[in-house]
T-cell receptor, first 115, second 113 residues
Framework: DTGVSQDPRHKITKRGQNVTFRCDPISEHNRLYWYRQTLGQGPEFLTYFQNEAQLEKSRLLSDRFSAERPKGSFSTLEIQRTEQGDSAMYLC?????????????FGEGSRLTVL | AQSVTQLGSHVSVSEGALVLLRCNYSSSVPPYLFWYVQYPNQGLQLLLKYTTGATLVKGINGFEAEFKKSETSFHLTKPSAHMSDAAEYFCAVSAYNNNDMRFGAGTRLTVKP
């Protein structure tokens, strides 16, 4: 399978714990995006990378959220001291050339439940 | 900044009937417009997109959409609904000069037998 893959698909955690999600983009894609989707809403942009550089992170929801993309390949999204309001689907997407094609390719998401 | 409004959070049609999902956008620069479909517990799959050129775009599964600049609209249609079309549909907008794709709140399509 050569699509965007995310791990884990589901995560249940207790309030206050830290969680980390991993995203492996399509191999030749240099851009990687993180979105959050809550029930009944469309995806909400969080941050994006071009290669290893994080070019937009002001949309990260709080300083408890951080993302990395070492070596410009896979990316991780970490949420520290989780709160019940963090319960959502976290989507990763990748693209090769944003300006030329406009299209993002999405993974199946990582669903977080905070008890 | 761009934004999208999807009219109707839930649309119900009979199998074989016309599907019309409405989307209006706001953008200060020429927009890129997209329709994505999401099945339960899955990611988003691109149905079709408009960037430049022909304003009537055709996508997968028999869907098409028309970019109307004067109406700031990008409505999604399909002549004949199939049971397998039942899903959540999202309209999205971005632009050539940014990497911030904005999504609407989504429209849930139900297809009745």
């Amino acid at each position: 399978d050569t699509g965007v893959s995310q791990d884990p698909r589901h995560k249940i955690t207790k309030r206050g714990q830290n969680v980390t999600f991993r995203c492996d983009p399509i191999s030749e894609h240099n851009r990687l995006y993180w979105y959050r989707q809550t029930l009944g809403q469309g995806p909400e942009f969080l941050t994006y990378f071009q290669n290893e550089a994080q070019l937009e992170k002001s949309r990260l929801l709080s300083d408890r959220f951080s993302a990395e993309r070492p070596k410009g390949s896979f990316s991780t999204l970490e949420i520290q001291r989780t709160e019940q309001g963090d319960s959502a689907m976290y989507l990763c997407a990748s693209s090769l050339d944003r300006a030329a094609t406009g299209e993002l390719f999405f993974g199946e998401g990582s669903r977080l439940t905070v008890l | 900044a761009q934004s999208v409004t999807q009219l109707g959070s839930h649309v119900s049609v009979s199998e074989g009937a016309l599907v019309l999902l409405r989307c209006n956008y706001s953008s200060s620069v020429p927009p890129y417009l997209f329709w994505y479909v999401q099945y339960p517990n899955q990611g988003l799959q691109l149905l079709l997109k408009y960037t430049t050129g022909a304003t009537l775009v055709k996508g997968i599964n028999g869907f098409e959409a028309e970019f109307k600049k004067s109406e700031t609209s990008f409505h999604l249609t399909k002549p004949s609904a199939h049971m397998s079309d039942a899903a959540e549909y999202f309209c999205a907008v971005s632009a050539y000069n940014n990497n911030d794709m904005r999504f609407g709140a989504g429209t849930r399509l139900t297809v009745k037998p």
